[in-house]
T-cell receptor
Framework: DVKVTQSSRYLVKRTGEKVFLECVQDMDHENMFWYRQDPGLGLRLIYF???????EKGDIPEGYSVSREKKERFSLILESASTNQTSMYLC??????????????FGPGTRLTVL | GQNIDQPTEMTATEGAIVQINCTYQ??????LFWYQQHAGEAPTFLSYNVLDGLEEKGRFSSFLSRSKGYSYLLLKELQMKDSASYLC???????????FGKGNQVVVIP
């Protein structure tokens, strides 16, 4: 079974703090993704990575950065947290598309509250 | 930009059949996924379509028409545990990332 774990289920931070959200997958997947999910807006892609040390901006990268130093770990960084970054953050991983399909496997999510 | 539309919410009775629609207008198309998400949990994969037609998987079936930019997920013999949000996601051609719809909340009542 694919397992994607996230460092915290719930996190409360103050405005201006630097926040690290960690994601680890144990299935040797090349692709990793960070999304945020908000009521009425659905899942929106923040950043993704198809290889170690590689990153691509998604639809809403402003205010975020990422780090992929090892294949199994993909970190999302909020350089200076703001209240509008209060959200559910979901990490996902997948294999590259190769003949069949490349379903994404999601972690349990981190509910971040910025006060 | 990507536009993926799903109805917001629907209610159905246990044992019934429900059809969840998804229409899309995207810059390139390379497959469509359906995910199920229970409240407070992560989305889990249900089905995948890349060619036109129906894919059946037990109580769940998914249909795709690429010319119409349309898909639906059919849930048969509804059970209470099917109460969840159902997410439609289009894989975009080129970088293969997914663009998600906002999800359709299905409430199953006895």
């Amino acid at each position: 079974d694919v397992k994607v774990t996230q460092s915290s289920r719930y996190l409360v931070k103050r405005t201006g703090e630097k926040v690290f959200l960690e994601c680890v997958q144990d299935m040797d997947h090349e692709n990793m993704f960070w999304y945020r999910q908000d009521p009425g807006l659905g899942l929106r892609l923040i950043y993704f990575s198809y290889d170690v040390k590689m990153k691509e901006k998604g639809d809403i990268p402003e205010g975020y950065s990422v780090s992929r130093e090892k294949k199994e770990r993909f970190s999302l960084i909020l350089e200076s947290a703001s209240t509008n970054q209060t959200s559910m953050y979901l990490c996902a991983s997948s294999t590259p598309l190769n003949g069949s399909y490349d379903e994404q496997f999601f972690g349990p999510g981190t509910r971040l509250t910025v006060l | 930009g990507q536009n993926i539309d799903q109805p917001t919410e629907m209610t159905a009775t246990e044992g019934a059949i429900v059809q969840i629609n998804c229409t899309y207008q995207t810059s390139g198309f390379n497959g469509l996924f359906w995910y199920q998400q229970h409240a407070g949990e992560a989305p889990t994969f249900l089905s995948y379509n890349v060619l036109d037609g129906l894919e059946e998987k037990g109580r769940f079936s998914s249909f795709l028409s690429r010319s119409k930019g349309y898909s639906y997920l059919l849930l048969k013999e509804l059970q209470m545990k099917d109460s969840a949000s159902y997410l439609c996601a289009v894989r975009l051609y080129g970088n293969n990332r997914l663009a998600f719809g906002k999800g359709n909340q299905v409430v199953v009542i006895p």
